[in-house]
């Protein structure tokens, strides 16, 4: 049987996970430098985080185009594992074993659903 979901579209929206979750990357790295100041929005990393987040819609919206809605959407959980990793390695934030089991079951369901489509 044919899918009806172009593996294109799943590796767009695959793109469009890992640049949204570099833009929350650089906007938690640009909230260090918001004072009371309206200027302090202005800094490079904020800047940066919300442009990675339009081009992230802007590719999502082209994969929705050619893909069904039921296969693709689910790969949006892929931020999770993408933030989970910037998280830990970049932010050296503590992560417990309750984290590492979710990423785990995050996995599972991406690869279950992602390989049900027609």
């Keep these: 049987m044919k899918r009806k979901t172009p593996l294109f579209a799943i590796a767009l929206v695959i793109t469009c996970t890992f640049l949204t979750s570099f833009g ?6 640009g909230t260090k430098s918001i004072s009371g100041n309206a200027l302090s929005l202005l800094s490079f990393p904020l800047i940066g985080g919300f442009f990675l987040y339009g081009i992230g819609a802007i590719i999502l919206i082209i994969a929705l185009k050619y893909g069904e809605l039921s296969v693709l959407y689910p790969f949006i959980a892929l931020s999770f594992i993408w933030v989970f990793f910037l998280s ?5 934030e503590n992560i417990l074993f309750a984290n590492w089991l979710g990423l785990v079951l995050i996995i599972l369901g991406v690869s279950f659903i992602g390989g049900g489509g027609k």
């Design 24 to 29: 929350q990357y650089f906007i938690k790295i």
């Design 88 to 92: 830990f390695f970049l932010l050296r």
